[in-house]
């Protein structure tokens, strides 16, 4: 009987130990994730004071950040394919190795018309 007690007591002494050992280990682990977190460096205060303070401003920094983000892209997908393209748009083509047409014979034909 007494070795039935003296096992129990040991299984109970290393439940207890290693109970204690765990919590101390997540007492070290929760303690110093806080003290990370409680200390913000000064970057994180000053953004929070010009963009995060209120949900109006925040949302308004977006909306201007994806306008300007927007206009960006655009200006630089164009002019990437002006300069792939180039001599090969209407904006690029040299119009002046082609031939000028006078208008000058429709003029006529309307007066035709008229009588």
Not at 72 to 96: I, P
Not at 106 to 112: E, F, G, H, K, N
Request: aromatic share 12%; proline share 1%; hydrophobic share 40%.
């Amino acid at each position: 009987m007494n070795s039935i007690i003296a096992s129990r007591s040991a299984m109970l002494w290393r439940a207890s130990a290693q109970r204690a050992l765990v919590n101390t280990s997540r007492r070290t682990v929760t303690s110093s994730a806080v003290t990370k977190i409680a200390a913000p460096t000064n970057f994180v205060k000053t953004w929070y004071e010009v963009f995060g303070k209120s949900t109006a401003t925040y949302a308004s920094w977006l909306v201007i950040l994806f306008l300007v983000g927007e206009a960006t892209t655009c200006s630089t997908r164009d002019a990437l394919w002006e300069m792939m393209n180039s001599g090969h748009t209407f904006k690029s083509t040299d119009w002046s190795k082609f031939d000028q047409f006078d208008d000058d014979d429709d003029d006529d034909d309307d007066d035709d018309d008229d009588e």
